[in-house]
């Protein structure tokens, strides 16, 4: 690891549950991290971050290098953003005054081309990236942080002023290797949709039955007819990503079901917006991957209706 890549400024937009996980985690293994918050900002600059980590134990980060505006911080190399899909249009000023030029601006969030909608806000100068998280973390109070399994960032790039397909690799390696220094396994994607996709193979099922029958994984694990319904959902997820050109490796599906079976009890990100009535992510892990597997010609009705049913619970949530 040479000293360029090892010691990049890198900023925290969004330090809910993911942001503060990985921004403790770089700041721990001796990155300079700087945490953008809002209604936690106090909180965070008078205690700090704590995070109870799977298997580490608690950890503490205190002090913080805390800002509630984004104008306060320096500029950062390596921007990492939290923060949920359904703020994207109002993150692009922030990431915009915290980015040092030629900066990699990294998304870490759930859905379909989220990349998409951010990219035509933010300078040609900017880099953007795609990171899928695989994760069992969530906020148990301000600045506090549960971490339950795994941890894995899968890294892909989208978008940016380099043309050449070794140089973008050569900056998916870079972030990679941001989070292997922290103890976080990190891999290189080289097709950042493709990945997307398969992300959602868990994503849409769990997320979306996590609200409908109000279950984490374990009763969904248990349920001989929730089991069921996981296992079709899967399946769709798989026949609109083939639709769209994306082959699944062979047996991804019965992999990540077996790999919920052995996870403690968890209830995913969308249950908790739910919880705590904020937006569902619905368009992102929903509508962009109905309408592109249907643009292919592929329909999905099982997707189709629990989307359906989540937009009633999400409308009536509010």
Not at 96 to 114: E, F, H, S, W
């Amino acid at each position: 690891m040479t000293d360029t890549v090892a010691k990049p400024t890198i900023g925290i937009i969004g330090t809910g549950a993911i942001g503060g996980f990985y921004g403790l985690m770089l700041a721990r293994a001796g990155f300079d991290v700087h945490f953008l918050l809002r209604s936690e900002f106090s909180a965070v600059a008078e205690r700090g971050l704590h995070l109870d980590h799977a298997s580490l134990g608690p950890l503490t980060l205190n002090p913080v290098q805390a800002y509630s505006s984004a104008a306060d911080m320096p500029p950062c190399d390596w921007l990492l953003v939290g923060a949920k899909t359904t703020s994207n249009a109002d993150l692009a000023p922030a990431i915009i005054q915290a980015a040092a030029p030629d900066a990699k601006v990294l998304l870490l969030q759930n859905g379909l081309d989220v990349e998409d909608s951010l990219r035509v806000l933010l300078p040609d100068s900017l880099h953007l990236l795609g990171g899928l998280c695989l994760i069992c973390v969530h906020r148990a109070g301000p600045g506090v942080i549960t971490h339950q399994a795994l941890g894995a960032v899968n890294v892909g790039y989208h978008s940016g002023p380099v043309a050449d397909e070794q140089a973008r690799m050569n900056i998916v390696e870079e972030g990679a290797g941001l989070f292997r220094v922290a103890g976080i396994d990190s891999q290189a994607m080289p097709n950042l949709h493709q990945a997307r996709w398969q992300k959602l193979v868990w994503n849409i099922p769990y997320n979306g039955l996590s609200v409908l029958l109000g279950a984490s994984t374990t009763p969904l694990m248990t349920d001989t007819d929730s089991r069921a319904l996981v296992q079709a959902l899967m399946a769709e997820v798989v026949q609109g990503a083939k639709a769209c050109g994306h082959d699944m490796p062979p047996g991804y599906a019965d992999y990540l079901f077996m790999m919920t079976e052995k996870m403690p009890d968890y209830w995913p990100s969308m249950y908790h917006d739910f919880l705590h009535k904020r937006p569902l992510e619905l368009d992102a892990i929903y509508t962009r991957p109905l309408a592109a597997a249907k643009a292919a010609g592929c329909e999905l009705p099982r997707i189709e209706a629990l989307y359906r049913s989540l937009s009633f619970i999400d409308r009536r949530n509010h």
